[in-house]
């Protein structure tokens, strides 16, 4: 059986699907992964018996003519290796990738609606035609009669149930990407003077990233010690990007401490009292939450799709979205309590492990490829 999974940034595949390509090869699947031009992932991909396919797709492209030259070529490589089943991750790749699947009759498809975005959430004008414009692409897409569609958020899934582009049997819930549990122990709090609050994503503002910094200026206000640790990059290429001047003048200003990109996440998170997520992001459900959670660390994110569902009463505290003021109260509150910060994160570990290994999530996968193959 060929497995394809086609996705708009290989990365992406690495740091969230990985598992799940490697334990479909163990399985006896030859898996393909289609993706932009990237030789390092590529080489790695080799090394575990992966084929990989060069795509040119644009996450942002708009050139009608381009997008057309996408979706061909994206035939062509389907009709090349004749997969029994595709697996297509974002946006793009589940609209161009499911109306190829059908053209070229591949037997099973499995479509990862991984966060929706501002595109559905805002009642804007343009918006509301980009939805009209699109709505043909979508039906199409989610049209095929073998075919599931993972959500990670129960909002994503009712949003395109009620605009009746698919069909509410098609609908899967996978709340996330999964951790590995003993990579991201949950160790004991350090006793931190100050208090470390931690935000790890990309430096992007509808992350909430200003949101946190002017939080954390209130604090300074109110005398409150703190350290805000911010994990993560300026992504040049993103016009929601902070720039490079905003973040220097906060580090100036002492309102947060800049460490960049890191891949020893775990153990910034044990070395951090709470870890927040101001977004208002179209999120599907964010891996750093679930990082947070098996940690045993409090956690901090607002009340909007994706970011609540990785979050349940008593592992953190859910605060209006573009509110510095509630985020700073609910940093304060944790800050000053804490055994009920304790409390929150043995909980958020208690739920991790009921709902988020990676173990959970590959068996979950591999389970809908086996029914839909079973269909075949």
């Not at 949101?211 to 703190?226: E, F, G, P, W």
Request: aromatic fraction near 8%; charge should be positive.
């Amino acid at each position: 059986m060929r497995i394809i999974f086609v996705i708009n940034d290989v990365d992406f595949l690495l740091s969230h699907r990985i598992d799940i390509c490697i334990a479909a090869v163990r399985g006896g699947y030859k898996v393909h992964v289609v993706s932009p031009k990237n030789e390092r992932v590529a080489s790695i991909l080799k090394g575990m018996d992966i084929f990989f396919h060069e795509l040119d797709l644009s996450r942002s492209g708009k050139n009608p003519f381009l997008e057309l030259k996408t979706a061909f070529n994206l035939f062509r490589i389907f009709k090349k290796i004749k997969p029994d089943l595709v697996h297509l991750i974002t946006i793009k790749p589940y609209l161009y990738g499911g109306i190829v699947a059908r053209l070229t009759r591949v037997p099973a498809v499995v479509s990862t609606v991984a966060g929706l975005g501002i595109l559905f959430s805002s009642a804007e004008l343009k918006y509301r035609l980009i939805r009209l414009s699109i709505y043909p692409l979508f039906k199409l897409a989610f049209g095929h009669k073998n075919q599931i569609v993972i959500f990670q958020n129960s909002t994503d899934r009712r949003i395109l149930i009620n605009w009746k582009v698919m069909n509410a049997y098609k609908a899967r819930m996978i709340r996330g990407s999964g951790v590995d549990l003993s990579s991201y122990p949950a160790l004991p709090e350090l006793e931190n003077h100050p208090p470390v609050v931690s935000f790890a994503a990309r430096l992007l503002k509808d992350k909430g990233v200003e949101i946190l910094a002017n939080a954390s200026r209130l604090l300074k206000y109110k005398k409150i010690d703190v350290h805000f640790w911010l994990i993560g990059e300026i992504d040049s290429g993103n016009k929601n990007s902070i720039t490079q001047q905003q973040l220097k003048d906060w580090e100036n200003e002492g309102l947060v401490k800049p460490l960049g990109f890191r891949s020893d996440i775990a153990d910034l998170f044990s070395k951090s009292n709470i870890i927040i997520l101001p977004s208002f992001y179209g999120e599907g459900l964010p891996k750093v939450l679930i990082e947070a959670a098996a940690c045993g660390r409090a956690v901090i994110t607002t009340d909007h799709p994706g970011c609540r569902d990785a979050v349940e009463s008593n592992t953190g505290i859910l605060v209006p979205i573009k509110n510095y003021e509630a985020l700073a109260e609910a940093i304060q509150n944790l800050i000053q309590d804490s055994k009920k910060r304790q409390r929150m994160g043995l909980a958020g570990r208690q739920l991790a492990e009921l709902e988020f290994s990676i173990e959970k999530v590959v068996a979950s996968h591999i389970q809908i490829y086996h029914k839909l193959l079973l269909e075949v």
